[in-house]
Every structure is written in C-alpha cells, then in structure tokens.
C-alpha cells in the first residue's frame, strides 16, 4: 500500500479541504499574477505544506521545500543563483520557519525585498512570537483552522471508495474524532489499520493502534486559543484549581511549554502588575526554564508559575495605563519637546537634575497637563504610591 498521507494529497487549491477563506484569497491573487511572501500558520496536519504545494502548482511556479531545522542558506543561493536571469520565480517553502536563527531570518530579507522569490513560511507557533519583524513585515500573515470532523469525513469517504473497506459507526466516529483535526493523523492511522486487516477498520484495531485522542486540546470543538482564554480568565479570577485544570487540558493537548509560559508573562504584566512585582519575574524565569527543560518535567514549574499568579493581588493599572498613552498619541497632535528636556537646545542648562534637589524637585515634563495613570492602591503599588507621595510632600515641604 502506497503511503495514503501522499496519495491523497490534494494537487489543486480546488481539492484542499476546509481553509475556505484562504482558498479564495490565494485563487484571487493568482487570477491576478500577484503572490505575496507568506506565512502559514496553526496546528500540525491541517494542509500548510499541502496549501503552499497546490499554490505553486495552480501558479505554475517551479516549488523548492526546506525544513527550518535543517535549513542551509547556501542551498537557497544556489536556486536563486538559477533564476538570476528568468522571468520566472521560484516558491521556497520553509516548514518550521519558526526553528530559523535570527541571523537566517535576517538573511532572507534581501531575497524578499528585491523580489527574486515568493516565500513562503509554515509554523505551528504563532508567527509575532517567533518570527522576527523583519520577515512579518514583508509577509502576509495567514492563519490556518483544523480541519473539522465534516473535512475529516469528506476525506475518509475519499479513500474508502477507493480502497473499499468497511467501518461501522462507533469506529468511524472515533476515527474522525481522534484525529483531533490533523488530516495526516488520520490517513496514518487509516493506512497502519488496514495493514492488519484490509477489509475492516474495526474500532478494536483503531484503539490499539491509537489508545487516546490526538491533540484533544486543539481539536475542531475545543482549540487551544479557547482553552488558553480559559486558562487566562481562570488565573485572572484568581481560581487556582481551575487554572490547574486549563493548565493539565493544555499540557494533556499537546500544547508546547513555552506557549504556556509566554501567556503566563503576558498576564504577569498585563492582570498583576505592580500589584506583585515578582509575578513577572516568575513568569519570565518560567518561560526560561522550560525552553531548556521539556515535558514531563516542564509541567512543574508551570504549575508552580500558575499557582503563583492565580494567587496573587491583581492590578491592570500599568496596561490600562499605556492603552490611554497610545490612544492619545494616535489621536491628538503631538506635544512639543520642553526646551529644557531637548539636550540639542541651548535651553538645556536650565533642566533641574532631580538628584541635586533630594531626589525630587517641582518641573513640567509636559507641555499640557495628562493623566494616564490610576493606581488601584493594593500591594506594591500601594507602596509605589507612597513613594511618589513621599517624594513630593518631602521636597514641597
């Protein structure tokens, strides 16, 4: 039997299995002989490789594939090198774009910028925490679904009527819904149960060959960015135990340490803030310490980092603070520059330097008066706040 996860890949955008927004867009911008670099990305198995193949293929583009982690740039040089006087362009794929080093993400900007190549990038990471701005810069961003079990049905039809074997309703279901949205999964599970019996894809087979669920945490009814969410929302309302929960949903779906712990960080900052200070050095030592330690272990200190933040005082003061910042920044004129804050002014001399006053002395730093921040006066941050009063009432005095 030939290997079913390359005998029924689809060739032609018309043949590719949900993604049916991208599938129109990519149809649209080849229409138009305009294909932008791009990024693929979102859970294993839901057609990134397969989607760049079949767009090459409907472009009519020569398609080039590396691996991230084993990417060489000599290799690429020496493609472009065969296109440096062809009207065509090549399409490099690069799956797990996200294991690229900075200094190959960087070198691949100057065959972005002038064109020279379409290249596209798959990853299963979220492209704004792994990819430099470089790259997300001149690329189009596209993010892609699981399948849903509808996709996975329509595909199991496929190869039943072309492989005539059997399944009762109990085996077909869990087949679809094991799966967990990954088309590959399923051809593969599909392939090695036929290989022990060829006319009966029993569930007895399918259970042996596939105890549990693959991915549950990012399957078509329950993803990952909804677990996530309620995780975040658990550690916000400061439920330990349901934070735990979200936490072992996550780690039993697959999700990788380091996504975890980078929400954690976030949260730190954003839900905790200067209430608890040490909640953002935690999170970030976490986000460390599991980047050089895996799973099981790496479980360990993401408990003990979501214990941490569930259980501590809660300030969105600072976040609340900056979002003000920015919304007046991007909404009103800009303010000028103080004179005496502007080190090319000759009005310089007349800046009062804070630590020859006591360590605080009466200056505008702005040419109109603004408020962004509101301390909520709990933990710390109370003690931030009596330190600025302490400041101010001392030298006033």
């Known amino acids: ?119 596209i990038g798959a990853s299963t990471e979220n492209p704004y925490f792994v990819l430099s701005s470089g790259i997300r810069s001149r690329s189009m961003l596209f993010e892609f679904k699981a399948l849903s079990e509808e996709d996975l049905q329509i595909l199991l039809f496929r190869v039943q009527e072309e492989l005539k074997f059997s399944i009762d309703e109990e085996a077909r279901q869990y087949l679809l819904h094991s799966s967990g949205g990954d088309a590959r999964s399923l051809l593969n599970l599909i392939e090695f149960a036929l290989s022990i019996d060829s006319q009966i894809l029993s569930l007895k087979t399918l259970k042996t060959l596939r105890a549990n669920a693959l991915n549950d945490g990012v399957s078509s009814k329950d993803t990952h960015y909804r677990l996530a969410s309620s995780f975040i929302k658990s550690l916000r309302g400061s439920d330990v135990d349901a934070s735990l929960y979200y936490l072992a949903r996550l780690i039993e779906g697959g999700e990788s340490a380091d996504f975890i712990a980078r929400r954690m960080l976030i949260f730190a900052s954003e839900d905790i803030g200067n209430a608890e200070p040490n909640a953002l050095n935690l999170a970030t030592s976490t986000l460390m310490a599991v980047k050089n330690i895996g799973y099981p272990e790496a479980r360990i200190i993401l408990a003990q980092c979501a214990v941490f933040l569930a259980s501590s005082l809660k300030s969105n003061s600072s976040y609340k603070a900056i979002n003000e910042a920015i919304f007046y920044v991007r909404n009103n004129q800009a303010l000028p520059i103080l004179p005496y804050l502007d080190n090319n002014n000759e009005a310089s001399k007349n800046y009062l330097y804070p630590h020859d006053f006591g360590g605080w002395v009466h200056q505008r730093y702005l040419a109109k008066d603004l408020k962004f921040y509101q301390s909520k006066h709990i933990g710390y941050e109370k003690k931030l706040d009596e330190n600025l009063a302490f400041l101010t009432k001392k030298i006033s005095k």
């Open 1 to 119: 039997m030939n290997n079913l996860a390359l005998k029924f890949r689809p060739k032609k955008l018309d043949e590719i299995l949900g993604q049916k927004e991208l599938v129109a867009v990519f149809k649209s911008f080849i229409s138009k002989q305009k294909l932008p670099h791009s990024i693929f990305f979102g859970p294993a198995g839901c057609g990134k490789t397969t989607f760049a193949r079949a767009v090459a293929n409907d472009f009519g583009l020569d398609f080039f594939e590396f691996d991230g982690g084993n990417f060489k740039l000599e290799e690429l040089r020496k493609i472009l090198a065969n296109y440096e006087n062809s009207l065509y362009k090549p399409l490099i794929f690069i799956d797990e774009i996200h294991r690229l080093s900075k200094t190959q993400q960087e070198m691949l900007l100057v065959p972005m910028e002038n064109a020279r190549c379409i290249i």
